[in-house]
T-cell receptor
Framework: DAGVIQSPRHEVTEMGQEVTLRCKPISGHNSLFWYRQTMMRGLELLIYFNNNVPIDDSGMPEDRFSAKMPNASFSTLKIQPSEPRDSAVYFC??????????????FGEGSWLTVV | GENVEQHPSTLSVQEGDSAVIKCTYSDSASNYFPWYKQELGKGPQLIIDIRSNVGEKKDQRIAVTLNKTAKHFSLHITETQPEDSAVYFCAADNFNKFYFGSGTKLNVKP
């Protein structure tokens, strides 16, 4: 089975530009997570969807960040306008989540974003 | 919210030796504790996990122990090999929100 698929793998953009990161979760999974990884802050949860509905977006740093999940097989994370401090690796992850917790989450390979 | 602390931040061992990484958590409601291995340029990969109703779990050279009373859990790797070199993350699942430790960079010297 294919794992979590992210695109692009690498993105270099200029400050002020819009950046869109894409994710296809594992088929059949109904929870999707966006994480950001930096040396300083480690792995941070940005937003979490369950059944395509945003459940917790308390980790989204500011209004420049937005995420959507229009259907069960696709999600986007958008940064507009981008800033150099947004440079990080952005991971998408998914899990099969019935009620309650204790479900393994599976990560994609990440999108490496550099804003210059 | 939950707070997960992980130690040490770096660990260097000789091939064949054992490695132990420790994590503590703060919220007794957390009930699932996975460990992830992240190789350079890749996403974290699940290597072993343990649920709160179990004290120990083993999978070949890897084992995890959980002490619910003390709120700590540990990863044990025996007979380490150079391919075990990576960054390891512990996590605590608190109502489907995963809280990660800061990571341990393990270096296995041949």
């Amino acid at each position: 089975d294919a794992g979590v698929i992210q695109s692009p793998r690498h993105e270099v953009t200029e400050m002020g530009q819009e950046v869109t990161l894409r994710c296809k979760p594992i088929s059949g999974h109904n929870s999707l997570f966006w994480y950001r990884q930096t040396m300083m802050r480690g792995l941070e949860l940005l937003i979490y969807f369950n059944n395509n509905v945003p459940i917790d977006d308390s980790g989204m740093p500011e209004d420049r960040f937005s995420a959507k999940m229009p259907n069960a097989s696709f999600s986007t994370l958008k940064i507009q306008p981008s800033e150099p401090r947004d440079s990080a690796v952005y991971f998408c992850a998914s899990s099969l989540s019935p009620q309650g917790s204790g479900n393994t989450i599976y990560f994609g390979e990440g999108s490496w974003l550099t804003v210059v | 919210g939950e707070n997960v602390e992980q130690h040490p931040s770096t660990l260097s061992v000789q091939e064949g030796d054992s490695a132990v990484i420790k994590c503590t958590y703060s919220d007794s409601a957390s009930n699932y504790f996975p460990w992830y291995k992240q190789e350079l340029g890749k996403g974290p990969q699940l290597i072993i996990d343990i649920r709160s109703n179990v004290g120990e779990k083993k999978d070949q050279r890897i084992a995890v122990t959980l002490n619910k009373t003390a709120k700590h859990f540990s990863l044990h790797i025996t007979e380490t090999q150079p391919e075990d070199s990576a960054v390891y993350f512990c996590a605590a699942d608190n109502f489907n929100k995963f809280y990660f430790g800061s990571g341990t960079k393990l270096n296995v010297k041949p």
